[in-house]
């Protein structure tokens, strides 16, 4: 018995011992650096949390990157990725402006300059940036990662909201039924755009309560006709509602009505 | 449904009740259950066979069944949440390793590293696990091991049992209820369970993580969105004879779980807040639900017990997220992602011809039909059929007292067939604009020859010696053959390759045990060499579809795993106990140089108990148990997966049983991660996001049997 457990130890060990190909581990890893920038970095609140890699673009604009890949192992391919990030959940219902390229890369080493130019025509709102790198044993980099907020040189004008339902500082008790009434209107288009309502209760709790796109041939204005009852869950005392109108080029202005619930 | 689960439960106990009144003569167990009426499984007596009882089961429950046994060395599972865990077996997992309820292989899209195991973990009576090739007796897929979930044993003629479990899980407020009735009546037996359980989101020791350099917020220490909750009912009805017995068994289970909400796509900071809902259950989600009517006849024959087994499952499969989530670029109108719905006749015959002194001899028939069909917006598998069929016969000799020889054979005959698939693509006003081919069409017929040989040796009265040698064989999963698409859950655009060949092995098996009145102790070390092992391979080439990363393709080659495990256990005096469990796994894709994913570490488990002899006559089986288990670094790491650091887990277990007349009332605690210790887990999927496990954890079980 001693002897196979010897034998055995000796296999494992002989196998443990056997030099090892060197293409993977972490000190392999290719990496990406961005040695400029045309754009600067910002710190914006998109979605109602802070990123701190945004880059602000107009359309017409072209971003500049000078980017440096490196890595112990020959490089395989690069791949920038833009893609709209409209709705912040998905990636929204049209592909307005978006770039897909993948590029052969040889030798470790490559400095990499990349023009972007952002379409006249792209919808106004937020993308997503990504570059990618691989290298020939398909070692992965870090995703290097930018929020890109795009605003639209014809039109950067947000829309108006006047509410007249509910009244600031209005008193609801659970279950009560909040009529929500009024209008939004643009000076350009408000196609394709929508609203948003939302509840932060006295606890600082955050509650979506509706997302409404507007009616198909819905033009430069849209009425607001909606009821929302108050949840028994939300907590009593002050809080507000929220309302956010975005436009065709995805300018948006926000009004909050304060209430109390009691 | 919370409803239906109680009032099942006190309907039962009414039940119960006008049937004891009628009937005095009523038999109550006394103790557990006797042992299940073994079969003759020849492959036990070569390789390790572990079983684990009921009561165990409920010692050291976990979220799930494998989060249950996974303590035993040379087990441990792929964990995506707390509700969905996969089977592994000495660092085989996937379609590597094969389920069995009652006779008949869980067929349910195992090949999906984010498909759990549909089975209700309250309906096991008794389950064995016998690690090692076992594809001579249970067909492809046999390679890692097997896990057996055995029918309970039959109660005595004219009695009645029931019971109804409550349980409740701190970390992620988990409730859970099931409730039996048992009854044999003039030989006529039946079994009919319900299961409710729900959960919330889990819980970890941490309010921040890091992915891709970002720091992320995990709300009020909550994984968002990683509630769910199971329901599951069966009924089993039987009769017993002269010439043997036949039931039948009806069982569904019913999975709705959430996935944590940054892990489709890269994890955003917004997606993250609270909802102010930690029970819902939203995208992205998976709900499943598995069917099954299973039928096991036992046929009384002159050399032994010829079993027919029969079985039909609905494995219906569906996940969903919202569209676009990444960017497959088709048009959806809803949010169903990807259903399969697997459906699997199976027919398993086993006739024993020649039982002497010497030799058994028995031989089997095996057949399976799948028939898979997919639905949703996303493409990863076509439909597909699949007949298979194979003969088997497997010989023991016994040489003397202590020398037995077993050795067996197997041929298989499978044909795999899928018709092209085709994905249109759309453009913003819903027209078809383009139509692309996603897989291929796959019409294929494999055939094999297995065999193994093995031998038993008792050294002495205390210790025996076991050998095996085996061969294993796996078909391809479809999901190797032709997937094409973003798998979500393993952010990799994963392409099959259809002249993919069956996988096939060599093993070698050995076990030393020993027993004796105070200790027992077990080594089982093993060797396992694949010459054509399939794995997915980087293809150092990105994927073309948008916020894709790079395309793995499935691949085959040469690899190794070696490794072992030893436990054992020593009563030190009647009422303390300590168990020691050690195991560990070396492999390596030697085609590629790189070692393979998910395998686990190193790790040694110690445990020691006390079940003090209370005097009182109404307890029984009282027990304190303090365990820990140290889990060593896990650098040998395959591409792009990151290395794990190591970790000591602590946990308690107490329990104890009061017997009031003929009503038992068993209590179990728990306390799991005992020092509520923040550590990533190679074995999680989530390990990819940095994720932590689950903080501390109370659970109380509370059994009511009578």
């Known amino acids: 018995m001693k002897k196979l457990v010897l034998i055995f130890f000796t296999i494992t060990t002989l196998f443990a011992c056997k030099e090892e190909e060197n293409v993977s581990g972490q000190n392999k890893v290719p990496t990406i650096h961005i040695i400029n920038q045309s754009v600067p970095t910002e710190s914006e609140y998109l979605c109602d949390a802070l990123f701190d890699n945004v880059l602000k673009l107009t359309t017409g604009d072209t971003l500049k990157f000078l980017f440096e890949f490196q890595s112990e192992n020959p490089l395989s391919q690069y791949k920038i990725d833009i893609h709209n990030n409209f709705d912040c959940h998905s990636h929204g219902k049209s592909l307005d402006w978006s770039v897909l390229k993948v590029v052969d890369l040889t030798g470790n080493h490559a400095l990499i300059e990349e023009k972007l130019l952002v379409p006249e025509d792209a919808s106004a709102g937020n993308y997503h940036f990504m570059i990618r790198l691989l290298d020939v044993y398909g070692n992965e980099a870090e995703v290097k990662e930018f929020n890109i907020i795009i605003e639209n040189s014809d039109d950067q004008v947000p829309p108006q909201i006047n509410i007249n339902s509910p009244i600031e500082n209005a008193i609801y008790n659970h279950s009560d039924n909040v009529f929500f009434n009024g209008l939004i209107s643009d000076n350009s288009s408000l196609e394709d755009g929508k609203f948003e309502l939302k509840y932060t209760d006295a606890n600082n709790q955050n509650y979506s309560l509706y997302e409404v796109f507007y009616t198909t041939g819905t033009t430069t204005s849209y009425t607001i006709d909606t009821s929302y009852t108050i949840g028994a869950f939300m907590a009593l005392g002050e809080g507000f509602f929220t309302i956010k109108a975005y436009d065709k080029a995805n300018n948006f202005s926000t009004k909050t009505i304060p209430i109390t619930i009691q | 449904m919370k409803r239906i689960a109680v009032l099942f439960i006190i309907v039962s106990f009414f039940i119960q009740d006008s049937y004891a009144q009628k009937k005095d003569t009523i038999k109550v167990l006394e103790s557990v259950d006797v042992s299940i009426a073994r079969k003759f499984i020849p492959r036990l007596k070569t390789l390790e066979h ?193 010439w043997g017995k036949t039931s039948i068994y009806i069982s569904n289970v019913h999975q709705n779980a959430g996935f944590f909400i940054g892990a489709f796509g890269t994890p955003k900071a917004y997606l993250l807040t609270d909802d102010g809902d930690n029970r819902s259950i939203d995208l992205p989600k998976q709900i499943i639900n598995h069917f099954k009517v299973i039928s096991n006849t036992q046929i009384k024959t002159k050399h032994g017990l010829m079993d027919i087994d029969l079985g039909y499952q609905n494995n219906n499969r569906q996940e969903l997220s919202l569209p676009h989530a990444h960017g497959q670029g088709l048009v959806s109108t809803d949010n169903l992602a990807l259903q399969l719905e697997l459906q699997t006749l199976t027919a398993n015959i086993r006739l024993p011809i020649l039982t002497s002194r010497k030799w058994k001899i028995v031989t089997g028939l095996n057949l399976q039909h799948q028939d898979n069909k997919r639905n949703g917006y996303e493409f990863l598998i076509p439909s597909f059929k699949t007949i298979s069929g194979a003969l088997n016969g497997f010989a023991e000799y016994r040489l003397s007292n202590r020398w037995m020889f077993s050795s067996g054979i197997r041929f298989d005959l499978a044909t795999q067939k899928a018709n092209r698939t085709f994905i249109s693509a759309f453009d913003d006003e819903g027209n078809e604009i383009a139509v692309t081919q996603r897989s291929p069409e796959i019409d294929k017929i494999y055939s094999n020859l297995s065999g193994s040989i093995g031998s038993r040796f008792k050294i002495n009265e205390n210790s025996d010696l076991k050998i095996d040698l085996g061969t294993a064989f796996r078909i391809p999963t479809l999901a190797e053959l032709t997937s094409n698409g973003v798998h979500h859950g393993t952010y990799r655009h994963e392409m099959g390759d259809s002249s993919l060949h069956a996988e096939r092995g060599y093993m070698i098996n050995t076990n030393y045990s020993y027993e004796a009145r105070k200790i027992t102790f077990s080594f089982s070390p093993f060797i396992n060499y694949f010459t054509n092992y399939i794995y997915l391979r980087p293809s150092s080439k990105f994927s073309f579809l948008p916020d894709a990363g790079q395309i793995y393709q499935y691949n085959q080659g040469e690899s ?50 006390i079940s003090p002899n209370i005097r009182a006559k109404n307890f029984k089986n009282t027990y304190f148990a303090i365990n820990g288990q140290y889990f060593a670094a896990q650098n040998r790491v395959d591409i792009n997966e990151p290395t794990t650091e190591d970790y000591f887990l602590l946990n308690f277990t107490a329990g104890s049983t ?44 509370l059994k009511y049997e009578m």
């Not at chain 2, 009854?183 to 890091?210: C, G, H, I, L, W």
């Open chain 2, 50 to 242: 572990i079983v684990v009882s009921k009561a165990d089961i409920l010692k050291y429950q976990g979220n799930t069944l494998m989060g249950s046994i996974e303590r035993i060395p040379g087990l441990s599972s792929i964990n995506t949440g707390s509700g969905i865990s996969k089977p592994v077996i000495r660092g085989l997992s996937l379609n590597r390793i094969i389920v069995n309820e009652y006779g008949i292989k869980q067929e349910g899209q195992q090949w999906g590293l984010d498909h759990g195991l549909e089975i209700d973990q309250y309906n096991v009576h008794q389950l064995e696990i016998i690690k090692g090739p076992v594809s001579i007796l249970y067909g492809s897929d046999g390679i890692g091991g097997v896990i057996n979930l055995l029918p309970p044993s039959n109660l005595p003629k004219n009695s009645f049992k029931a019971e109804a479990i409550i349980n409740y899980k701190s970390n992620n407020d988990l409730f859970g209820t099931s409730a039996a009735i048992r009854s044999n009546k003039n030989d006529v037996f039946t079994d009919f369970r319900m299961t409710y359980q729900s959960f919330a989101d889990y819980r970890v020791p941490a309010e921040e993580f890091t992915y891709n350099s970002y720091v992320l917020p995990l709300y009020n220490n909550r994984l968002k969105n990683t509630a769910g909750n199971e329901f599951n009912i069966s009924g089993l009805i039987g009769v017993k004879k002269k």
């Open chain 2, 560 to 609: 190794i795993f070696l490794g072992a495990e030893a436990s054992t256990k020593w009563n030190i005096t009647r009422v303390l106990s300590s168990e020691t469990g050690i195991e560990y796994v070396y492999n390596q894709n030697t085609s590629l140089g790189t070692p393979l994913p998910f395998t686990p570490p190193f790790s040694i488990r110690e445990e020691i108990e």
């Open chain 2, 658 to 701: 009061i017997i009031i007349g003929k009503n038992k009332i068993g209590l179990s605690i728990q306390i799991r991660n005992l020092t509520n210790l923040k550590y990533l887990n190679n074995m999680s999927r989530y390990r990819m996001l940095n994720l932590p496990e689950q903080g501390i954890n109370f659970n109380i079980s």
